[in-house]
């Protein structure tokens, strides 16, 4: 009996010990009491059946007293996993000492989530992408008669079919049932627009089908962080907060600027961003974890106009009719796949005539124009042969003429958030260039990049553009990284402060 109570001792200790290392704090909650609780009445069970087993066997106290540690450390961890995980179901704050539990959405093409669990020591979750679009059925009536309606709105596919609330009782289509074949039955509407909500009700459907089929939680347990492009007008937050605070019933929001979300997640404090996203191109200085608002700057030239120019190139030079709302998420995809960023291009009276286009020569292409070429297949199998359009797409980018449009080129962008920083600022900002946005994928982008800012900044005037593989979901990951400081709940707006304070509780908190 005082081997086994000796043993239970030093398991319990091994265990306090692994709590305090992997979560500060833990041994105060009542949480970490039950914990302890279960984890002694496992451990003495275990201590017990080695007892036997030396008695039984014969086996060395050695070698008992070796595997009661081994076990002490393999359960202290293993049932700080599972109650971890047991406390995500039902802890909405942190008053028992715990950390939150965290969502993490992005305003963009697509909507990605996180969701932050408290396990230690552990690689977050992947994350849960889905496409920032809705679809209404075309021929609602033909479609009831059939299967085809109930096939759309098969929950746990992908898609949803909303009832009453807030949003109407539509029938809305949304998640991977957009990317199927299925689309074409489809009317797909796109409620985010340059950076901002303009259909409330078709992004409620985003957001239930988020947080019933994407993320399997209930709004009412966690708090959500969003971010947001930087000079977006005050009324989106405010009609943001309302959805959020009485529809979802969330118990807080945060509300952070997306460029500064990125250049945390490239691990830097003090830098310019470049993110081009779908609807919106944005740069925003950051100096020391704080952005410098009067600096920023913002195009409404990106991504949707890349897909839009390839829309109407593969119809005027090469036949193909791709202009439909769901004809728009395969030339999204084509883009994707097939385009890139030419590092000499000279525009020549592009739009007149539609297909005058010439490049500089460059070594690595010239007398080549089977090199330019990239094959494409399509749903309906038939094989697609994209040349020069697959480069004329992305130049709207540096060009924004070539649409009618009176923004700037990204470079143009970036240059001029930087001349309006400070000047004792400036060499430190082109040093620390970081490109977000999935539309900064496109082959070729940071080298153009840097040859575009290199004829606009002094000839002695260093540039370093930091480029990360995963800048699609920047925002997301830099959302995920500042939301799981300790000194983050400070800046969190809670649904009480809310109800009290009204919209100024939102303007004190989100600037």
């Known amino acids: ?28 909650s009542i949480w970490a009491l039950t914990n302890s609780i279960v984890y002694s009445i496992v451990s003495i069970l275990v201590v017990w059946l080695l007892s036997e087993a030396e008695q039984r066997f014969r086996v060395a106290p ?19 996993l599972v109650f971890t995980e047991a406390q995500n179901a039902v802890m909405d704050t942190d008053r028992w000492g715990l950390r939150i539990l965290t969502s993490v959405m ?35 009536k033909v ?6 309606l109930s096939e759309l709105t098969k929950t746990g596919g992908g898609s949803g079919k909303i009832g009453t609330s807030s949003a109407g009782s539509k029938v809305a289509v949304v998640g991977s049932r957009l990317e199927t074949s299925a689309r074409g039955l489809l009317d797909i509407q796109y409620p985010i627009s340059r950076g901002s909500v303009t259909d409330w009700d078709g992004m409620e459907h985003i957001w239930r089908h988020v947080f019933s089929e994407g993320l399997k939680c209930r709004s009412q ?10 000079l977006n007008p005050m009324v989106h937050r405010e009609k943001l907060a309302e959805c959020l605070f009485e529809v979802f019933k969330v118990p807080a929001i945060h509300i952070a600027s997306s460029p500064v979300l990125s250049l945390y997640a490239s691990g830097r404090t003090t830098g310019v961003v470049l993110d081009i996203g779908d609807g919106v191109s944005q740069v925003m200085p950051v100096y020391d974890g704080y952005a410098v608002g009067h600096a920023a700057t913002r195009g409404e030239t990106a991504g949707r106009n890349v897909t839009e120019w390839l829309q109407l190139s593969l119809k005027r030079q090469c036949g193909i009719n791709l202009l439909s709302t769901a004809d728009r998420e395969i030339v999204r995809t084509m883009k994707e796949d097939c385009c890139a960023v030419s590092l000499h291009p000279a525009v020549q009276g592009v739009w007149r005539g539609g297909t005058e286009w010439e490049f500089d020569k460059d070594p690595r292409r010239a007398g080549a124009k089977q090199a330019l070429d ?29 649409g009618a449009s009176a923004d700037q080129g990204v470079h143009l962008l970036l240059d001029e958030a930087i001349q309006k920083s400070d000047m004792d600022l400036r060499r430190t900002l082109l040093q620390n260039v970081v490109l ?38 920047s925002a997301w990951v830099g959302g995920s990284v500042v939301s799981s400081l300790s000194s983050f709940k400070r800046v969190w707006l809670t649904r009480e402060e809310y109800k009290d304070g009204g919209l100024s509780a939102l303007h004190r908190r989100t600037g």
């Open 1 to 28: 009996f005082i081997h086994l109570c000796l043993a239970w001792s030093l398991l319990l200790a091994s265990y306090w010990l692994l709590a305090e290392i992997y979560d500060p704090g833990t041994s105060e």
């Open 62 to 80: 050695v070698i008992v007293e070796g595997f009661v540690w081994a076990i002490s450390l393999l359960l202290g961890y293993s049932w700080k």
């Open 106 to 140: 992005n305003f963009g093409l697509m909507v990605p989530v996180y969701f932050r669990y408290i396990l230690p020591k552990m690689d977050p979750p992947s994350p849960v992408q889905i496409l920032s679009a809705v679809g209404y059925p075309k021929y609602r």
């Open 143 to 148: 479609m009831e008669s059939g299967e085809g």
């Open 221 to 230: 347990e966690h708090p959500v962080l969003i971010s947001e492009p930087p």
């Open 374 to 402: 990239h094959t494409y297949e399509l749903p309906d199998g038939s094989i697609i042969n994209i040349g020069l359009e697959r480069y004329q797409a992305p130049e709207i980018l540096f060009n924004p003429t070539m």
């Open 436 to 473: 977000a946005g999935g539309s900064t994928l496109f082959p070729g982008f940071g080298e153009r990049l840097l040859g575009e800012m290199r004829k606009l900044v002094p000839k002695d005037a260093r540039i370093k553009i930091c480029a990360p593989p995963e800048r699609k979901l």
